[in-house]
């Protein structure tokens, strides 16, 4: 696809169960990142793939919170034994490696539910 | 480690009149650029505009212009003849080396 698409677009899962949320971003792309938006608030870094470099996850809140990346294909976040407070939209975003010029491409998000 | 800096969390502006959002970054870099992204009610973000640090003329794209101060790390967005459709969380974001760096965000009201 032309864009970064994430799946499913809304998840509402139990709390206790673990939930695993799919990136795919554009082709090409060698940056991805995963950000956590809760309603109203603005953006949570929480870890960035650039390439085959070590991924940074300094921003991951917990180690219920894990994310991997092949190459420079797809991402999944996943979310162990979730809680109601990790209720929130996961976006995640990918960029080129061209120099400084990197404008991030946002996927539409994932809107996550712990009931 | 490259910090944006955005102080209002929320702004108002009278439809058609003019709004600034201030945006402050820390960089040791040199070589770097700055983007204005907003996100609509519906949550997609877009790129408003982007700023080359090696240039001192200001960015403008129609009613969205900046104030580009690189000795102060400043870059302000101006947004004006504000429209109805402006309403939305405004990102400030900075970009070295291939990694970008999100400011907090500011939600701007439009009001009629």
């Known amino acids: 696809g032309a864009g970064v698409s994430q799946s499913p677009s809304n998840k509402v899962t139990e709390k206790g169960k673990d939930v695993e949320l799919r990136c795919d971003p554009i082709s090409g792309h060698t940056a991805l990142y995963w950000y956590r938006q809760r309603l109203g608030q603005g953006l949570e870094f929480l870890i960035y793939f650039q390439g085959n470099s070590a991924p940074d996850k300094s921003g991951l809140p917990s180690d219920r919170f894990s994310a991997e990346r092949t190459g420079e294909s797809v991402s999944t976040l996943t979310i162990q034994r979730t809680q109601q407070e990790d209720s929130a939209v996961y976006l995640c975003?990918?960029?080129?490696?061209?120099?400084?010029?990197?404008?991030?491409?946002f996927g539409q998000g994932t809107r996550l539910t712990v009931v | 480690a490259q910090t944006v800096t955005q102080s209002q969390p929320e702004m108002s502006v009278q439809e058609a009149e003019t709004v600034t959002l201030s945006c402050t970054y820390d960089?040791?870099?040199?070589?770097?650029?700055l983007f204005w992204y907003k996100q609509p009610p519906s949550r997609q973000m877009i790129l408003v505009i982007r700023q080359e640090a090696y240039k001192q003329q200001n960015a403008t794209e129609n009613r969205f212009s900046v104030n580009f101060q690189k000795a102060a790390k400043s870059f302000s967005l101006k947004i004006s003849d504000s429209q109805l459709g402006d309403a939305a969380m405004y990102f400030c974001?900075?970009?070295?080396?291939?990694?970008?760096?999100f400011g907090d965000g500011t939600t701007l009201t439009v009001k009629p």
């Open positions: 975003a990918s960029s080129p490696w061209t120099s400084s010029n990197t404008e991030a491409f």
């Open positions: 974001a900075y970009s070295a080396a291939g990694k970008s760096t």
């Open positions: 960089t040791s870099e040199s070589d770097y650029y």
